[in-house]
């Protein structure tokens, strides 16, 4: 199996790898046939994704894709994170092997189920501090 630089790149030197105590959004994606986890971390302000972290555990492809589309949606809005699709990060990687392509839908499904918490989370404070005026 054949990887790209880049995806060597991304795998041997992970960029945002970590964990974002008080993270804004975290989303946990996994693949139960190949055993790939991966949990994304997101700090949101003013609506663009400002920090992000990932930690994966699974194989190569699996590191680098992480590690590639943290790349893609830090600084952008959460409409534009929304837009990255599993292409745009294999694009950006110079291309998968098709057994690994698995890896990029992950990476896709982490962004989704982190900016969805992260929504959640601010749906549920923004409708508690309009409780809060109410009885105020």
């Known amino acids: 199996m054949e990887y790209s630089e880049k995806v060597m790149e991304h795998f041997m030197n992970p960029r945002n790898v970590g964990e974002i105590k008080d ?16 949990t994304m971390y997101i700090r949101v302000k003013d609506d663009v994704i400002t920090d992000i972290k990932f930690k994966t555990f699974g194989c190569g492809a699996a590191i680098a894709t992480s590690s590639m589309v943290t790349e893609l949606v830090k600084d952008k809005t959460i409409k534009e994170a929304l837009s990255i699709t599993n292409k745009d990060v294999v694009d950006e990687l110079d291309g998968l092997p098709p057994i690994k392509m698995h890896c990029s839908l992950l990476a ?29």
């Open 23 to 38: 993270a804004d959004g975290v989303g946990e994606v996994g693949n139960p046939v190949c055993g790939d986890l991966m």
């Open 108 to 136: 896709e499904e982490g962004i989704k189920a982190a900016i969805e918490d992260y929504r959640k989370r601010k749906d549920k404070k923004d409708s508690r501090n309009q409780r809060f005026e109410i009885e105020n």
